[in-house]
């Protein structure tokens, strides 16, 4: 369909979604992007966050990713990371749980870089612990 978007989400292990969808938002090293038919090529780093999938009719489809790269063409969006996660899927003691551990993390961040990604990583993290199902 020529106003729809090839759309990969891909992980070291495994292609995790393959579809034709209408926008995919991107969580953006630089801030939320969102990825349309015809959009300009780009390539960008991912940040820890809620990537969406959104189809015409559709409540959008969130994906938790724990960072990455994204390629865009005109007609193709690629995203690569090690962690993909519905949104749906995470439950609340599983969530808190990678909170904790990142809370550690944290306190051992050697870079300021490592220290803004974990923060970035939590952030995101508490915002689905307050919405996740017991």
């Known amino acids: 369909m020529a106003d729809k978007i090839a759309f990969e989400l891909v992980s070291p292990e495994r292609l995790l979604v393959s579809e034709d969808v209408e926008m995919v938002v991107v969580p953006g090293a630089e801030g939320d992007f969102g990825v349309l038919i015809g959009h300009q090529p780009m390539i960008s780093t991912v940040r820890p966050g809620i990537l969406e999938i959104h189809n015409e009719g559709d409540e959008p489809r969130r994906i938790y990713v724990n960072g990455g790269f994204a390629e865009v063409t005109g007609d193709r969006c690629a995203v690569m990371t090690e962690e993909a996660t519905p949104v749906e899927d995470m439950k609340r003691a599983e969530v808190e749980a990678t909170i904790k551990t990142a ?32």
């Open 103 to 134: 809370e550690e993390d944290l306190t051992s961040a050697k870079t300021d870089h490592d220290t803004y990604i974990i923060q970035t990583r939590l952030a995101t993290l508490r915002q689905i612990a307050a919405s996740a199902s017991a």
